[in-house]
T-cell receptor, first 111, second 113 residues
Framework: GEDVEQSLFLSVREGDSSVINCTYT??????LYWYKQEPGAGLQLLTY?????DMKQDQRLTVLLNKKDKHLSLRIADTQTGDSAIYFC???????????FGTGTRLTVIP | NAGVTQTPKFQVLKTGQSMTLQCAQD?????MSWYRQDPGMGLRLIHY???????DQGEVPNGYNVSRSTTEDFPLRLLSAAPSQTSVYFC????????????FGSGTQLSVL
């Protein structure tokens, strides 16, 4: 399978910005995703970006894509305790039937 | 709005036992899939189906069977459970195999002793 790498842990203080990073190896990736998993729950699609885009903003979330370096990041502005969760990066060439996930980054928000 | 429903939420099995994990979706999605989630390994695809009557293997299919007799249901069968199958299992569905959005159920935590 394809390689998608993320750091395992990130801690931030409430109100600060969080930046979660991801690198991938497949230059043919068409879609790049961020999923959120809260304790005891399934994965919730947060946002995704097409490979021909550099940036996507959705309220407190900003996704940046550096296709040359195969680097994806998720910035959460004004991080809240409710943002504490595991965040998975995923990439796909063709869509739902071909998603490869990273190991997930556990974000801890300190009050 | 049920979405993707998985049962049971928790299950403990003894080595060698068999069981079926249930998955149902009410969104009329063609594509359904099963993943397992293990610590430090992300999610790995077990089996998938692009429509009723059609199934195929994913990355880690050994020890698991699936069937897709209806659009709504996609059960995952463990034929003879092994401790290596201790994991959290997620079912997911999408409108089609090439649609960009994949929706997940809440998972089944399985322990094999």
């Amino acid at each position: 399978g394809e390689d998608v790498e993320q750091s395992l842990f990130l801690s931030v203080r409430e109100g600060d910005s969080s930046v979660i990073n991801c690198t991938y190896t497949d230059s043919s990736s068409t879609y790049l995703y961020w999923y959120k998993q809260e304790p005891g729950a399934g994965l919730q699609l947060l946002t995704y970006i097409f490979s021909n885009m550099d940036m996507k903003q959705d309220q407190r979330l900003t996704v940046l894509l550096n296709k040359k370096d195969k680097h994806l990041s998720l910035r959460i502005a004004d991080t809240q305790t409710g943002d504490s969760a595991i965040y998975f990066c995923a990439e796909s060439i063709t869509g739902a039937n071909n998603l490869f996930f990273g190991t997930g980054t556990r974000l801890t928000v300190i009050p | 709005n049920a979405g993707v429903t998985q049962t049971p939420k928790f299950q403990v099995l003894k080595t060698g036992q068999s069981m079926t994990l249930q998955c149902a979706q009410d969104m009329n999605h063609e594509y359904m899939s099963w993943y397992r989630q293990d610590p430090g390994m992300g999610l790995r695809l077990i089996h998938y189906s692009v429509g009723a009557g059609i199934t195929d293997q994913g990355e880690v299919p050994n020890g698991y069977n699936v069937s897709r007799s209806t659009t709504e249901d996609f059960p995952l069968r463990l034929l003879s459970a092994a401790p290596s199958q201790t994991s959290v299992y997620f079912c997911a569905s999408s409108q089609t195999a090439t649609n960009e959005k994949l929706f997940f159920g809440s998972g089944t935590q399985l322990s094999v002793l």
